[in-house]
Nanobody, 121 residues
Framework: QVQLVESGGGLVQAGGSLRLSCAAS????????MDWYRQGPGKQRELVAS???????TYADSVKGRFTISRDNAKKALYLQMNNLKLEDTAVYFC???????????????WGQGTQVTVAS
C-alpha cells in the first residue's frame, strides 16, 4: 500500500525556518509530479510548490523567494525548505504525489496526512 508521510512541522517564530520532509513508501512503480499544499485556518487548501520528475518547479507567489522545493528521486522523498516564515504561513502542510503503484495501469494522486506549521510572533 502506498503511503506518503510528512515530517518536520512545528512551532517557529516569525522570521525563522523549517524544513519539511515527505517520504513515499510502498509498491511504487513511478512518481511524477510531487507537490506541497497547505490549508490555513478558515482557508481553502492551496498549492504552495510543485516539482516534476525532471526538476521543473512552480511556486505560489506568496512563497517565492522564501520557500524552496526539492526532491530525491532515489529516496522517493520530497522536501520544502521554508525561510523567513510569516504568520500567514501557519497551516497544515500536505505532501501529494502523482504516482503509479506496481499493480495499477495508470497513475493516481496520493496525499499525506499533513504536518502542522505554526508561526508565532
Amino acid at each position: 500500500q502506498v503511503q506518503l508521510v510528512e515530517s518536520g512541522g512545528g512551532l517557529v517564530q516569525a522570521g525563522g525556518s523549517l524544513r519539511l520532509s515527505c517520504a513515499a513508501s510502498g509498491s511504487i512503480f513511478s512518481i511524477r509530479t510531487m507537490d506541497w499544499y497547505r490549508q490555513g485556518p478558515g482557508k481553502q487548501r492551496e498549492l504552495v510548490a510543485s516539482m516534476n520528475r525532471f526538476g521543473g518547479t512552480t511556486y505560489a507567489d506568496s512563497v517565492k523567494g522564501r520557500f524552496t522545493i526539492s526532491r530525491d528521486n532515489a529516496k522517493k522523498a520530497l522536501y520544502l525548505q521554508m525561510n523567513n516564515l510569516k504568520l500567514e504561513d501557519t497551516a497544515v502542510y500536505f505532501c501529494t504525489a502523482g504516482l503509479q503503484d506496481t499493480g495499477a495501469p495508470y497513475a493516481s494522486r496520493y496525499w499525506g496526512q499533513g504536518t502542522q506549521v505554526t508561526v508565532a510572533s
